[in-house]
């Protein structure tokens, strides 16, 4: 595993814990010599793991649409940093760079990446893992959906344990590399037989 993305808010939130739990995702990342891809910017908890990485001695590569750019809020300092027409083309991107994914706590963009992710493993577009690292239970209110999506049968279980959830960088980098795919698509045959009722 040589890259992982790293989906996380342009703001830092209201807790320091956050930036805390960045920085030290950011030095493991560059100790283990992985390689972060990321949103590109300076500025909220991208800016701090970017800084985090580099400060240790890491690899950053960053993607941003030109009209994030124009804002002055890209990073100057990364080893790469690519510059995308669009969100979607800055989404596409960075999976295609990317081995594996990490979603830190973050607002409606992130949220918004970790649901491409998730949906494109589900119907085996490719098979590549994401983990939410849930700083102080961030993610327990949509992991309770998640739950709640899977007795409801939207969801299949197989598909719901696809995410790796941790608080521990070092046992989240581990649990993504030991990943294995499922091996089932959508309930789409059960859509199949329903319709022809």
Same mark, same amino acid.
Not at 108 to 126: H, S, V, W
């Given at each position: 595993?040589?890259?992982?993305?790293?989906?996380?808010?342009?703001?830092?939130?209201?807790?320091?814990?956050?930036?805390?739990?960045?920085?030290?995702?950011?030095?493991? /990342?560059?100790?283990?010599? #992985?390689?972060?891809?990321? @949103?590109? $910017?300076?500025?909220?908890? +991208?800016?701090? &793991?970017?800084?985090?990485?580099?400060?240790?001695?890491?690899?950053?590569?960053?993607?941003?649409?030109?009209?994030?750019?124009?804002?002055?809020?890209?990073?100057?300092?990364?080893?790469?940093?690519?510059?995308?027409?669009?969100?979607?083309?800055?989404?596409?991107?960075?999976?295609? /760079?990317?081995?594996?994914? #990490?979603?830190?706590?973050? @607002?409606? $963009?992130?949220?918004?990446? +970790?649901?491409? &992710?998730?949906?494109?493993?589900?119907?085996?577009?490719?098979?590549?893992?994401?983990?939410?690292?849930?700083?102080?239970?961030?993610?327990?209110?949509?992991?309770?959906?998640?739950?709640?999506?899977?007795?409801?049968?939207?969801?299949?279980?197989?598909?719901?344990?696809?995410?790796?959830?941790?608080?521990?960088? #070092?046992?989240?980098?581990?649990?993504?590399?030991?990943?294995?795919?499922?091996?089932?698509?959508?309930?789409?045959?059960?859509?199949?037989?329903?319709?022809?009722?």
């Amino acid at each position: 595993m040589k890259r992982i993305c790293v989906f996380c808010g342009s703001s830092v939130g209201k807790k320091e814990v956050y930036s805390k739990a960045a920085r030290q995702l950011g030095k493991v /990342l560059a100790k283990n010599n #992985i390689t972060l891809v990321y @949103g590109g $910017g300076k500025v909220g908890l +991208m800016g701090v &793991i970017a800084n985090s990485v580099l400060e240790n001695g890491g690899t950053c590569i960053g993607v941003i649409p030109q009209s994030i750019a124009d804002l002055e809020i890209a990073h100057t300092g990364l080893d790469e940093l690519h510059i995308v027409d669009s969100m979607a083309e800055r989404k596409d991107m960075m999976a295609e /760079l990317s081995d594996a994914f #990490i979603a830190m706590p973050g @607002g409606f $963009g992130t949220l918004d990446e +970790m649901a491409e &992710i998730l949906t494109y493993n589900q119907l085996r577009i490719f098979d590549k893992p994401i983990g939410l690292y849930n700083i102080e239970g961030y993610f327990d209110g949509l992991l309770n959906f998640f739950d709640h999506a899977v007795e409801e049968q939207f969801v299949r279980e197989e598909h719901r344990s696809n995410i790796v959830v941790s608080t521990d960088p #070092i046992g989240m980098i581990k649990n993504l590399k030991a990943y294995e795919p499922v091996k089932i698509g959508k309930w789409i045959e059960d859509i199949k037989e329903e319709s022809l009722n």
